[in-house]
Every structure is written in C-alpha cells, then in structure tokens.
C-alpha cells in the first residue's frame, strides 16, 4: 500500500500571498493517477487537480500542480479568502486508493 | 447537472449492519466505476471500497475488508454499501464518489454513520 504523507499539517498565510503544499508518496506514483481535493467545513470534497498537474473544471489559474515520482506539490500563487480549507491528495495503484492526512490552510 | 443523492446512515450498534446508497443522475452512471469514502469526526479522508462499472473488479480497504460489501445497480442508477459487523471506529460520513481522476469527478453529500450502544 502506497502512504501519502502531506505537509506541513498547518499552514498559516495571509490572502494575496503564495501557498505551497507538499505531497510525498512512499513510493513512485504515476502522474495520472494523483490528485489533489479541497475540502470545507461540513462539504464534501472538491477535485482542484488531476493527473498531477491539469486543473479541474472552474478550478482559478492561481492553482498549479507539480511534481513526479514520489513527490507532488499543490501551489496557489495568491491567496484568496475562499482558498483557506483542508487539502489532500490522493493516489491510485494497484486498485487502491490513499489519501493523504491533510493540509490545513489557515487565514493567519 | 449531475447528482449523487445518498440515503440510509444512522445510529447503530456494535456489531449490527446498515446499508447505505446512492442515486446517480445527470451522467451516464453504468459507464463509471464508483467508490466509497468516508470520514471520521474530525479526520480526514479514508477510501472504502472501489467498484468497476460493470461490476466486475471490486476492492477494499483493509479497515472495512470481510464486513463491508460494495454493489451496484445500473438499471436503477445506484450504488450500495452494506455495512456488517459495525465497529465504534466505524463512526464517520460516508461520501459515494467517483474518484476518476480525470476532469469531472463527482461526490455525494455525504451521509453519518454512528456506531453506538
């Protein structure tokens, strides 16, 4: 089973600044397969990026997504007030999936 | 527009069953594989269990393996989850969801589970 561990748990910036969240896998996964969800409180969760790095449907161009291999990031270049939740990603392999434990990003 | 309306959670004890469902309308559900996901009180994410559009490939996370069973019904645009042998750590919402992982994925508004005496 692939372990996706995210950082860091919190992450308190203010609007208009740049976030960076990490995403390491225990091992290589395929860029097709990661993904990276947005969460608030008392929704579900909403797609922000798949395939590593394409942009979901209504998803701001402030969002971007990199990486490879085992490590992934979720960059959003200039914070606004709606972008402050919980974010995970997710991995699919060998017909499973795992989520990461969550970033949290905070309005400081 | 697309939907899942999810029904059935509830209060139950340890050790009894429940099952949960989900109604999809607004795309074509049979052509899709669908998943469970669920999440405890204040926690994050956990994958279920995974099913094939046909039914065909079925999976689960090794916490729900041996009590939980995933179907699906394409003629009635559904998709299940029956819960046995429920456990406290049982307790969470559960989201229907589509994890494809492509540029449309949809979810369910979840529904609570609560395993309690």
Request: charge should be neutral; aromatic fraction near 12%.
């Amino acid at each position: 089973e692939t372990v996706l561990t995210q950082s860091p748990g919190t992450l308190s910036l203010s609007p208009g600044e740049r976030a960076t969240l990490f995403c390491r896998a225990s091992q290589s996964v395929s860029s097709s397969y990661l993904a990276w969800y947005q969460q608030k409180p008392g929704q579900a969760p909403r797609l922000v990026i798949y395939g590593a790095s394409s942009r979901a449907s209504g998803i701001p161009d402030r969002f971007s997504g990199g990486g490879s291999g085992t490590d992934f990031t979720l960059t959003i270049s200039r914070l606004e007030p709606e972008d402050f939740a919980v974010y995970y990603c997710l991995q699919y392999g060998s017909a499973l999936y795992t989520f990461g434990q969550g970033t949290k990003l905070e309005i400081k | 527009e697309a939907q899942l309306v999810q029904s059935g959670g509830g209060l139950v004890k340890p050790g009894g069953s429940l099952r949960l469902s989900c109604e999809a309308s607004g795309f074509s559900f049979s052509d899709h594989s669908m998943n469970w996901v669920r999440q405890a009180p204040g926690k994050g994410l956990e994958w279920v269990s995974s099913i094939s559009s046909s039914s065909s490939y079925i999976s689960y996370a090794d916490s729900v393996k041996g009590r939980f069973t995933v179907s699906r019904d394409n003629a009635k645009n559904s998709l299940y989850l029956q819960l046995n042998s429920v456990r406290a750590e049982d307790t969470a919402v559960y989201f229907c969801a589509g994890l494809w992982l492509e540029d449309i994925d949809y979810w369910g508004h979840g529904t609570l589970v609560t395993v309690s005496a």
